[in-house]
């Protein structure tokens, strides 16, 4: 698709070869591929070019279900901003919205407009990432599979405080991906704002002090986005204790069946031997009184167990 705001902004959005063909004759400008807007080097993603610059950064796509890294590209220019993305970003469409109410011509402004898009979209990003914590924490410590609604009935089946744990533990690794990319794509724009202050010479920029804006606001999402990222660490730790709970009851009601089970064998294991002067042979009530004493030591320790809250 081929978009243009007035006649310095090009938005080329996921271009077939015959858009980049087009908006290469009337600019005079090579279009980078997505094979080169993805480069890793600083020296790939900030050039300078013959009368502008060639900028480009990860940018997050923003839907935590599927969220993913994909290149976006600025060629700045006097004259002309070409920009080329591969996914649908709501900062485009929020700067569109501000340059067609200032009237706004200049690629530059148009850029520092797309700049502070950009970063506002990413910060709400974060600030729903926070809900989504927040919400995260409340199931990781008020862990209850049955729902308030039904807190008072029976125990709920181990099967599904399994599946339960296993949700929160995939919410708490999506949330850190996520995390890990927001922070990939402010090191990006981070990186944009000091190049293109030391080599806008003859881009007529005039960025009133907003460059230094935009940087702190960066700086602010980078310790936010830290905060973030521990208590990704902090929830993920209290999920991981909360399954080792689980595990150790589990192990509580083996180790208890086990101990339950060892004097029956026992005193059973005696009685059991057929040896010809053994004096329990010759009593009338023998077997019941082994019977007696072998249900006294399974319950026993049953009794013990229960008082001292073990089951």
């Not at 243009?4 to 902004?9: I, M, R």
């Not at 599927?66 to 485009?92: C, I, N, W």
């Not at 005039?206 to 702190?216: A, K, L, S, V, Y």
Request: charged share 25%; net charge negative; aromatic share 8%.
């Amino acid at each position: 698709m081929l978009k243009k705001h007035g006649a310095v902004w090009i938005d080329l959005f996921d271009p077939s070869a015959e858009e980049v063909a087009a908006v290469e004759k009337e600019t005079g400008l090579r279009i980078p591929t997505r094979a080169a807007l993805s480069e890793v080097e600083t020296s790939s993603r900030l050039r300078r070019l013959k009368g502008g610059l060639s900028l480009s950064t990860p940018m997050i796509t923003f839907e935590q279900a599927d969220s993913q890294l994909k290149p976006l590209g600025f060629l700045l220019t006097k004259d002309h901003l070409v920009t080329v993305r591969f996914h649908d970003l709501r900062a485009y469409g929020h700067a569109a919205k501000r340059l067609s109410e200032e009237e706004a011509g200049d690629p530059a402004e148009t850029f520092i407009v797309l700049l502070e898009e950009l970063v506002d979209s990413l910060a709400d990003a974060l600030e729903e990432m926070a809900g989504d914590l927040d919400s995260l924490s409340s199931r990781i410590f008020d862990f209850d599979v049955r729902g308030p609604s039904a807190r008072r009935m029976e125990e709920p089946p181990p099967r599904r405080r399994d599946l339960a744990l296993r949700r929160i533990l995939r919410a708490i690794s999506r949330r850190g991906k996520v995390l890990g990319k927001v922070r990939a794509s402010l090191l990006g724009l981070e990186r944009i704002l000091p190049f293109v202050s030391s080599a806008c010479d003859g881009l007529e920029l005039n960025d009133d002090g907003r460059f230094e804006t935009i940087r702190r606001d960066i700086e602010s999402l980078d310790e936010f986005e830290t905060r973030l990222a521990e208590n990704v660490q902090f929830l993920l730790d209290a999920a991981l204790g909360l399954i080792n709970i689980e595990q150790n009851n589990v192990f509580r009601v083996l180790t208890v069946v086990s101990v339950v089970g060892v004097p029956p064998t026992l005193i059973a294991s005696i009685y059991g031997m057929n040896f010809k002067n053994m004096p329990e042979l010759d009593w009338t009530y023998g077997y019941p009184y082994a019977l007696g004493l072998i249900f006294l030591s399974a319950v026993m320790p049953i009794i013990y167990f229960r008082i001292r809250g073990w089951f």
